[in-house]
């Protein structure tokens, strides 16, 4: 499990972990992954003022043993016994999943032109993201599971474009999950669509630097919630909520956010949502410079900042939101049998639906869905990485062709 330390906890034989949340949003975040092999390398990451580190507790010499479990098991108990109002699926998730296909293809196909048409002639398609947002929200409150499991397995290719529809689905998804009311979710639909339209002022050179960031690089980084801000402020049709929330959005509880160093109950709850779904979102895509990172460890580093970052109970509730395994991920059961998750469960987070296609030797078996809740003799043993082997996990849960008929960009 990734866990947060400080650097004074930090000790050899300890396994860093690069989280790709470093440069960019964490400057003190240390980060080059690998090993700490000597006292001297410890005392050189202290003096160079980083503050926090992200460890892997299995990997490395220094044993977690026990604390670990513990840590793990204390985090399950503690998004299990969250409780949450009934979670209603209006339609199961395969039959969900034909309109989900086409909502994220007409929203990457809109995030495409959005992109050109700000960078070419600072114009914005309202009437366009009003009628995507109504078909996320509408979406999401018939069956979350299919635009997550899009989400989660379909747009690494294209983060550019990708990244404001994938954090429009988990933003709207987690509001739903909240109980908001269909038109708060259509208000925060808009906000994560456009929480980050104005790094389109930021040099490509910057955003898409592999190394730390300067000074001076990172106060151009801090200067797009504004941006994206002033051109949303106050067009027709964008409500004073949807542009404050584009403005928080990278606002943390405890004050050390930009660009208003906002805490506490002064930050808004459309600007709390964006601001999880999006490090979930940059956490779990492939990016120029790092490798994506599952799904389950990414929540794992969102639970070990719920303290200083988010407000009391939001990282616990977004993890809830979207299971402790979140659709998409490959994982291991109980009888060796090896799938995916199609569908989660707010009630039961340990226990998803899974499909199941491969034997214990990874060779194909007839696939069969199995929803461990019921189940009882089996369970999750671990989580797996597809790119491991070579695999692409959208061939199993969703059907080729239709991801082909819908994605023209
Ligand atoms: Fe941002």
């Given at each position: 499990m990734l866990r947060r330390i400080s650097v004074t906890e930090l000790r050899v034989g300890m396994y860093v972990v690069d989280t790709g949340l470093s440069w960019i949003e964490h400057p003190n975040l240390y980060s080059?992954?690998?090993?700490?092999?000597?006292e001297a390398e410890r005392v050189a990451i202290c003096q160079e003022g980083y503050k926090d580190v992200f460890v892997e507790t299995c990997h490395g010499r220094y044993k977690f043993s026990d604390v670990d479990v513990a840590y793990r098991k204390e985090f399950e108990k503690e998004i299990s016994a969250i409780a949450t109002t009934e979670d209603i699926r209006i339609t199961s998730v395969d039959d969900e999943m034909e309109q989900a296909l086409r909502i994220h293809g007409d929203a990457m196909a809109y995030a495409h032109r959005l992109h050109h048409c700000v960078r070419s002639?600072?114009?914005?398609?309202l009437e366009g993201a009003k009628r995507l947002v109504r078909d996320l929200v509408l979406s999401v409150m018939r069956n979350r599971d299919a635009l997550l499991t899009l989400v989660n397995v379909l747009s690494e290719e294209r983060y550019t474009y990708s990244h404001c529809i994938n954090v429009a689905v988990l933003a709207t998804s987690f509001g739903n999950f909240l109980d908001l009311p269909s038109s708060m979710l259509e208000e925060l639909g808009t906000a994560a669509l456009f929480h980050?339209?104005?790094?389109?002022?930021?040099?490509r050179s910057i955003l898409n630097k592999p190394g730390k960031l300067t000074e001076a690089e990172f106060e151009i980084i801090k200067r797009h919630p504004r941006e994206s801000f002033h051109m949303l402020n106050r067009r027709p049709g964008i409500s004073s909520n949807v542009a404050n929330g584009v403005l928080q959005h990278h606002e943390k509880y405890n004050g050390s956010g930009y660009p208003n160093r906002l805490s506490g109950e002064s930050i808004s709850l459309i600007g709390r949502i964006i601001s999880i779904a999006d490090v979930y979102d940059a956490l779990t895509s492939e990016r120029v410079y790092k490798r994506s990172i599952l799904p389950h460890k990414a929540l794992s580093i969102i639970y070990s900042m719920r303290e200083t970052?988010?407000?009391?109970?939001m990282a616990e509730r977004f993890i809830k939101c979207v299971g402790i395994?979140?659709?998409?991920s490959m994982v291991l059961v109980s009888n060796g049998h090896i799938g995916f998750v199609c569908a989660s469960r707010s009630?039961?987070?340990?226990?998803p639906m899974v499909k199941v296609v491969f034997d214990a030797h990874m060779l194909p078996l007839e696939s069969y869905t199995v929803d461990l809740a019921e189940a009882k003799e089996l369970s999750i043993v671990s989580c797996l990485d597809p790119a491991d082997y070579n695999l692409d996990p959208r061939m199993y849960l969703v059907e080729l062709e239709d991801v082909l008929q819908n994605y023209a960009v």
């Open positions: 080059v992954e690998g090993e700490i092999f000597s002639r600072n114009c914005i398609d980050d339209i104005g790094k389109i002022v930021v040099p970052d988010y407000h009391p109970g395994y979140p659709p998409g009630d039961s987070p340990l226990t």
